[in-house]
């Protein structure tokens, strides 16, 4: 029961959590069909998350329903039909939710100078929001326009998830581009708005920690 609670406290520590178990899953289950379907229900349960971590915040869960739904609708019929080419389409819903459901979380971090444990959880949900946000990105380029990734190994091959969402954690993050590269314009367009938006992010966090600091030495 205590867990149940604790669970229940900080939607935004489950959320966390299921994205990092997923780093570590996705590479388990890409490689075989029945995996990527497996990969397809495991992004329903994230996007679920996702919306009952934003009724904490002070967004509005509605919305969040309404571009959740057709993502859902794609990655079940993808399952029932066994239809792989329905991905992209869901990917494009998926990234909208998770950048809506970031800034959702921005706001409930930066709406009062109390910091709960919660608000502590949201600062690495929100990084990993936007990582799988723009690897949806990346994977609907790709689909719009074959070719837009190389890597070192397989240099023609179609990217795979789990390279796309590696490239979306290096940039976010700043520690320079991964071995997958972008090389048409569209692709770098994208991975130039991610690294903008990590360094503000980063910045925005650093900055706020250290106003809230400062204003309790204040108080004192």
Partial sequence: MELIRFLRRTPCAVLLAAQLAGVLLYPFLEGSFAGRQLFALFGLLVLGLAIFAIRATPLLSWVAILIALPAVVLL??????????????????EAALYVYAAAAMLAYMLHDDHVTTDELFAIGAVFTLLAWAFAHLYVVVQALDPGSFTAAVDPDAARSWTELLFLSFTTLSSTGLSDVVPISGHSRSVVMIEQVAGVFYIAMVVTRLVAMNTARKTQR
């Avoid at 066994?82 to 494009?92: C, I, K, M, T, V």
């Fill in 76 to 93: 079940v019929v993808q399952v029932i039909t066994q239809n792989e080419d329905l991905a992209p389409w869901a990917s494009g819903f």
